[in-house]
């Protein structure tokens, strides 16, 4: 059965708080250091229509419907598609069922549909659906200068682009209902995983010197005169309709050598073996997926230069490094190499003091909360069957593991003056209704959920205020009077250029000047 467009029952639901109008201010130092411990937990490409669409308050899947504007456009020209292209290759995932062929997903009418809807095609939160394509190139050709109608046209999924969820029975929305949603929160860049893990640590962007002149040569991605679109291959399909674009060489690397989709660790754990014969700490160097060691600046080297504590704890990282085949190995853990982004700087490179004293596992972060002893600044990451990335996790499984982490940070003694940022890396291929705003090369990109939960955090709020994957940084900054990276000032600079918005550094959602 064909599902309905189902955002328009929702007049039924209670609106939550939002931010209106309300006057904006810096808060002070003495307010910010009310927050003694930020924990960031990062999870997997869902935009924020996807989740959180149906969310009552926030700008959503009603207000996409009340524009138009939500009609796909297709390759070919200017003009909407009266139909969406099924989803190639089929809705669900591998192996997984109920299953919805290609063939069930033709004819759908040009607009998004609700993934678990009963009466349509009734994939629950619990089941997986098959993956969709989430890179560099492909995310600015769908958000169409801010237009977002070019979502179908230029991913390898069709149909499926357009699938959100009914997520009322998502724990997690409970905890948004409770604490603070952010709807206006975007990307750190454009693209996939790998370039927006890098984003949150160091609002910088991965660099391979000499590309050209090496074993990632091939990596080179072919784009148009403009620098921003990929060269079409000769046989891509004209239209949509017809099937996903291809491309001349849809590569890992700029044409000036910046990494933009997923490459490896130098380091293990990697997706790259060690060379034959080689160090076994390091991934071989000479196989192309390889990324040489990163040197720029991250938030690490500024949190231990002020002697701020920190960490990044990963599921499975303890077994990733013991066992290799922990590494992509699905179901459990599914550890994902290229979501450990200090895993690609040298100064955080196997036997150095620095890798030992920040690069833990969840279980050390587990022991860390229950003990009352989690450094100032954590980052979590969930292992891949975990984290909500779709192909390998359903949205229900990470949703209920982050839950029962933020339940845990709840109960710690360090609670009283915490604050959690859950988030996601990137928006997974999907659609969603709300443009960036334009700034600099490298992003902002499309939207992704935020909740912010604290006991500062205003109770059932929604949140407008501008922010992206570095507002985090830049709460971070503040709160510890750090020294400012590069990338944040650059955002900032174009935003103003390009008259944007102000980026948030997060403090609108909490109520930090009333509080003792």
Known sequence: MKPLMHGLVLGTLVLAGCSGGEPKREATAEELSKIDNVVVIFGENRSFDN????????????????????????RTGKRSMKTLPPAWGGMSGPGVTPVVTEEMTEGLPNGPF??????????????????????????????DH????????????????????????????????????????????????????????????PYYPNA????????????????VTLKLAANSPESALQGPPKFANDGALTPDFFAVNTMQPPYQPSGVAPAEGGDPHFADPSDPHTLPPQTQKHIGDMLDAKQVSWAWYSGAWDQANSDRSAIYHFPEPNFQ????????????????????????DEKDFLAAIEAGKLPA??????????????????????DQHIADI???????????????????????GYWDHVGPPKADRWGPGSRIPAIIVSPYAKRGFVDHSFYDTTSILRFITKRWELPVLEGLLVRDQALKANNGPKLGDLTHALNLADAK
Not at 114 to 136: A, S
Request: proline residues 5%; contains cysteine.
């Open 212 to 227: 050209d002149q090496s074993p990632a040569k091939d990596k080179i991605a072919v784009v148009e005169e403009d620098g």
């Open 337 to 360: 190499a290229h979501h450990q982004p200090f895993n690609y700087f040298r100064n955080m490179a196997p036997g150095t003091e620095a890798r030992k004293k920040h690069l833990k």
């Open 406 to 428: 933020i339940d845990k940070l709840k109960q710690s003694p360090q609670w009283e003056h915490m604050l959690i940022v859950v988030t996601y890396d990137e928006n997974g």
């Open 377 to 398: 600044v954590s980052f979590y990451k969930p292992q891949g069957n975990l984290n909500q990335h779709s192909g390998y996790a359903s949205v229900m499984e990470g």
């Open 146 to 205: 801010g237009r977002n109608q070019r979502f179908v046209a230029w991913s390898d999924a069709g149909a499926l682009v357009m699938g959100y969820y009914d997520g009322r029975s998502l724990p997690l929305w409970q905890v948004a209902k409770d604490y603070t949603l952010a709807d206006n929160f975007f990307m750190g860049g454009f693209g996939g995983s790998f370039f927006n893990h890098i984003r949150l640590i160091c609002a910088c962007s």
């Open 114 to 143: 609700q993934i678990n809807d009963p009466y349509g095609f009734d994939l629950g939160l619990d089941v997986r659906t098959r993956d969709l394509v989430h890179r560099f190139y492909q995310n600015q050709a769908q958000i």
């Open 51 to 74: 989740l959180y669409g149906l969310f009552p308050g926030a700008n959503g899947i009603p207000d996409a419907i009340k524009q138009e504007g939500y009609k796909q456009l297709d």
